[in-house]
Structure formats: C-alpha cells, structure tokens
C-alpha cells in the first residue's frame, strides 16, 4: 500500500472507490474502521486542507483527509518488492550477448574529448524472463556510457527503424558478439524497409524545428547536435539507395566536421539540409527496400534465443 497519496493537490471527485490508509480510533481509543478499508467518496472538499466525506459498504460514513485515503486503482496496481530488490543492473551483466561502439568514435567523426559510447543486447535465462518481476528493458551505465537493450526490445525497435538501434546493428566496431547475434548481423538486412524514410526524417525535421527555436531565442547552438542531425539525414539517404546503413562519414566527414567546428553558416548548413530532404523523397520513390521489415523472420529468431536459455 503506498505510503502517501500520488498528486496530493489535486481534488478527488465524488464517486471515485478509495483506501483508508489509517486505522480510525473513537475517542476511548478503540478501533472503529481498520486500515485498508474500501469505500467511495460522496462529497469532495474544495481544497486539499479539507476532509472527504467516505461511505463505506456498512452504511456508516466518515471524514478523511486526502493523506489518509488512497485511489483504489492506485492500490491494486501491481508493484511487487523482487526478492533480489538489492541487486542492480550490474548483475545483467553476464547475460550481453552482444556489445559495440557507436557514436562519434563510430562515425569517425570523434575528437579528442569524445565519449566512447557502447551499445548491445542481453538476453537473460528463461525463468528471468518467465518470472512475475519481469525484467528491465533496457540496463544502463552512466559512469561507462553504456547502454543494453534486451532483445525482444532491441529487436521491436529495430523493425520500426529506429536510427540508433539500426546503427548498433551496423556499426564496424564491434567489440563482443555471441553466435546468436553472428546470425542476426548476417540478417540484418532483414530490418531496413521504408520505414527508415519515417524514422530518419521525421527526427531531423522536429530536431531542426527545435534548433530553429533556439537560434531565435538564444542565438546559439549546439554545432554538435547540428552536425549529427545532418549526418542521419545523409545515412537514411544512402540506406533506401543502397540498401545498407552507412555508420562511417567517410564521404562527408571533413564537410561534417566543418559544421562542429562552426565553420559554416547555419543558411550554408540548412541548405544543405534541404537539399537532402530532396535527395531522401527522391530514394523513397526508387528504393528497393520492403514496404515493411521481416517481421515472421524477428519472431522466429527471438523464440530460438529464448529456447536457448531454458535451463541456463
């Protein structure tokens, strides 16, 4: 049962079913109404420094203030305490099946303050996955820069082209790899389809419109984030004409390093843009890739990898 009411400001209306939080006493200081009473409040305060009015399926009514009640929905919501509640992503740890660097240092486009950030898939033993707990979707690292997905997670974004797990699957520097993910970096292809034309360019226009914002109220910008933006924008051209996903700016790169360092005009960077804005509608209408990703093929690979993990 939670120890205080969520959004403690705002008004219950009547009608909504509550949790007595407390034990009501009477004045001889016997118990009248135990803790974790049901009952539906039948008049609302009209500010929270007053009582509810609650009736109660015995017919009695009583007052309550909102840090004595509980929304019963609230209350059987299931949040239950793991046995292991002291252990922490670290113990995942054992179960990446698949671990590589992404980012600058991927791109080639690094500089010596880079990050070194570092991506990949674990897949836990079955009775984690079976277990009423459940388990994280994804396990992170602050201090490492590290960031692992499991794999049905992994796997449902990459077959909606989400950009950065596409470049996980991609990237040439990969660091760990067990034989299920060798089979599923020699079927990568199967997760490009037209899609990518959603995901990339839907990004970039809400991240442009964002700098756009910033420029005319700061007069500045992130020169970094301006040179990614167009990156990803190269990269999902090259994917619907080609077929793959470039990780590495090699045809571009000093061009791109030019806008990190401030070299070009923001009209000279959004020029360029737009000009791949055009170079993407005009792949979308040629590309060769699927309407859609393989997704029997996804299914069937994560149902082995999980068999595999039975026992484990």
């Known amino acids: 049962m939670p120890d205080k009411p969520q959004h403690p400001h705002l008004i219950l209306p009547a009608g909504t079913q509550v ?51 509980a ?27 698949y671990k590589c660097t992404v980012g600058s240092r991927a791109y ?5 303050s880079s990050d070194t950030d570092r991506r990949g898939i674990y897949l836990p033993p079955a009775d984690m996955q079976w277990s009423l707990y459940g388990l994280p979707e994804q396990i992170e690292n602050s201090q490492t820069q590290e960031c692992f997905w499991e794999l049905q997670k ?22 760990f790899k067990n034989p299920a ?5 020699g079927e990568r292809h199967r997760f490009l389809s037209k899609l990518v034309y959603q995901t990339f360019n839907g990004y970039v226009l809400s991240q442009f419109k964002k700098l756009e914002q910033d420029l005319r109220t700061t007069g500045s910008l992130k020169w ?15 994917t619907l004409q080609e077929g793959y996903v ?20 923001w009209k000279q960077v959004n020029d360029w843009r737009l000009a791949l804005h055009k170079q993407f509608d005009e792949a979308h209408q040629s590309t060769k ?15 082995r990898c999980r068999k595999s993990m039975v026992g484990q």
């Not at 305490?81 to 740890?93: I, M, Q, S, T, V």
């Not at 080639?108 to 010596?112: A, N, Q």
């Not at 990459?158 to 520097?173: H, S, V």
């Open 19 to 69: 949790v007595t939080l407390i034990e009501q006493r009477n004045s001889q200081g016997e118990g009248i109404r135990r803790s974790g009473s049901v009952g539906k409040i039948i008049k609302s305060p009209t500010d929270s420094t007053h009582a509810y009015l609650v009736h109660f399926p015995d017919g009695t009514q009583s007052t309550f203030y909102r840090h004595e009640i």
């Open 154 to 175: 992994f796997l449902v974004l990459a077959l909606k082209a989400n950009p950065n797990i596409l470049e996980c699957l991609y990237t040439p520097l990969v660091e």
């Open 108 to 112: 080639g486009l690094d500089v010596e």
């Open 289 to 303: 890739l699927p309407d859609r990703p393989d997704y029997v093929w996804a299914n069937d690979y994560l149902i």
């Open 246 to 265: 470039p990780v590495e700016a090699v045809e571009n790169r000093d061009k791109l390093l030019s806008i990190r360092n401030g070299e070009m005009t």
């Open 224 to 238: 970094k984030h301006v040179m990614h933006l167009v990156r990803l924008l190269s990269a999902g051209v090259t």
């Open 181 to 185: 993910c060798e089979e599923l970096l």
């Open 71 to 97: 929304i019963r929905k609230q209350v059987q919501g299931i949040n239950f305490d793991r046995p292991d509640a002291d252990k922490d992503d670290l113990d995942l740890y054992p179960y990446i099946i």
